[in-house]
């Protein structure tokens, strides 16, 4: 199973980005969804997850109002739009895939190779 993490780049602060992350070797409608990020010399954090049919989200106080995840199932492939971005949201973000519902919880199965962001200032 490997999970496919892109979009990340350098964007200035009030500006917009959009992960996506593709996952292979599973049956991507059956997994939940979520995006971490691990800010440099900060512990990884939850940002935003997804049920399997995208009908529960879920968003970490940082990313409530900024920034939303959205899946679309028949292209496999999952997104995180990330609007009037900030300084403070610089970092490397990763994907991760389970069944279960773990919303923040970080026992996710599957996890990405990371994708990064940088905000200037």
């Known amino acids: 199973v490997q999970l496919q993490a892109s979009g990340g780049g350098l964007v200035q602060a009030g500006g917009s980005q959009r992960l996506s992350c593709t996952p292979s070797?599973?049956?991507?409608?059956?997994?939940?969804m979520g995006w971490f990020r691990q800010a440099p010399g900060k512990e990884r954090e939850f940002v935003a997850a997804?049920?399997?049919?995208?009908?529960?989200?879920a968003y970490a106080d940082s990313a409530k109002g900024r920034f939303t995840i959205s899946r679309d199932n028949a292209k496999g492939t999952m997104y995180l739009q990330m609007n009037s971005l900030k300084p403070e949201d610089t970092a490397v973000y990763y994907c991760?895939?389970?069944?279960?519902?773990?919303?923040?919880?970080?026992?996710?199965?599957?996890w990405g190779q990371g994708t990064e962001v940088t905000v200037s200032s």
């Open positions: 997804i049920s399997w049919n995208g009908g529960t989200t």
């Open positions: 070797g599973v049956t991507f409608g059956g997994y939940a």
């Open positions: 991760a895939a389970d069944r279960r519902w773990l919303r923040g919880r970080p026992e996710y199965e599957y």
